[in-house]
């Protein structure tokens, strides 16, 4: 009998779930009321990369005299930039389209709701508003997140913004004030530096990305602070004032009240807090389907909620925020729809998922971190390269950084890694894989790699 799968939500999730449920047999459909590659696509991790490749470009032109040149100078053209976004989010979201059309995945545009524990409406926009009735026999919600907006902050789109309204803004910011110093809020101000804006951090604990082993976080601050970024730590904010007739820019003032009392003022604001999931008006609790106090959908391993026909991945589910974990669930949910977990199907392992930070330098890690081992007391021997020792990073200018990796002292297995500098995001992929495999340090070490490449000192730091 042929699995009806339904699917809400055409973002990474919800992508990967219908092209691998397709092909392993499955009738699938999905809804999605806006576009098919999801929020990643739309308004996260595409266009925040696109403007900060830019931003990069215009940085490199400021360094183009160490590379032997003239000095350089680039201008920002917003018109052009916002162009070469939209090419390359649409690009995108045409390839999944075709591809997902090509295998005969069935694409409503609309939203999406469970009716009954195995029904689904769909209220499609597409020519004429038309509502669709759909059995299932397995549904997905794969409806993601959406940036969060404390009480205290009256986002207006132009002074005070969220992520998705800086690509690029409407107008320039001469000073930008970044409210959060998680993953996201460095993004913004590095994004935001390379363009030339005067950028302060608003750093609720003492280190930014709070979570991140320490060594590398100060790698980040110092680089901030050589670009004359300013950094508030311990200062949580409580409130943004908008100042029409003070400095700060052609639009006045915008001040962010810091709970210690500080205030501190730029032209514009942006908040990098969070996100919060898209689980309201599903019709999940009316079948049942358990929601926590966050708005998730709490999943076991196999992304099932507490009714075993449903699942969630990606935001949704509250596990890591990654568009790569929420591709992965929905393939691992595919799986499991189609009965594949009884033969070969490997679990979704969430301490195995690399992130990257993408600053300059960039930043990536997978796996065991040092402070997580030390916490636990566990013996692990960590090794350290500097790129500083590359001859591809002097070739390319930029030695900033260094590889780490953490490995079992007895056995030699990879457990983990970091990386600052250059091409981090690519280069973790090979401590991912060894991490993933249960690889040891000497097969990165007997591995014969490229001359002259950054990843060389991969392999001298597994050595
Ligand atoms: C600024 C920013 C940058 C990021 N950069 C990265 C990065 O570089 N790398 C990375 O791995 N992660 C990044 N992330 C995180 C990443 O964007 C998310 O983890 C990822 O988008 C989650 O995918 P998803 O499939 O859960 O949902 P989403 O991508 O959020 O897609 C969900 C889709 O569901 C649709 N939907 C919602 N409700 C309904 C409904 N009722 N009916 C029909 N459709 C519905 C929405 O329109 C949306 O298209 C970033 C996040 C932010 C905020």
Redo the contacts with the bound molecule.
Sequence with gaps: MTVRFVI????????QAASHAARLGAEVVM?????I?????????IP??AMIATGGVMSLAGRAHRMGLVPLEAALDPVSLTERITGITSHLATGVETLLASQGVRLLR????LTGPHQVT?VTTETAEETVELEADAVLI??????RVPAWCKVDGTRVLV??QAYPPPEMPAHLVVIGSG??GV??VHMFRSFGSEVSLIVSRQQVLPSKDPEVAAALEDDFMRRGVRLYKGARAVGIDLDPGGGEGPGGAVTVRCDDGRRIQGSHALL?IG?IP?SE??GLEEIGVKIDDGGYVPVNQHCQSNVEHVYA?????GKL???????MQ?RKVAEHVMGLHTRAHRHLDYDKAA??I?TEPEIADVGLAEAEAFAEGRKIRVTKVPFAASARALIDGDPRGFVKILSDPATGQVLGGSIVGAHAAELISVIALAVTANLRVNDIVESLLVHPALAEALADAAD
């Design positions: 809400l939500g055409g973002g990474p999730a919800g992508v809804v999605e009321r806006d576009v590659g999801g929020s990643a696509n739309l308004w996260d991790c925040s990369k609309g939203m999406g709701r769909a794969a409806t993601g997140s959406r940036p992520t998705r993953v996201t993004e913004f990098a996100s898209n008006d599903l991945a990606g935001d949704v589910s925020p990654l568009a790569s974990v929420a591709s929905g992130s990257a993408f």
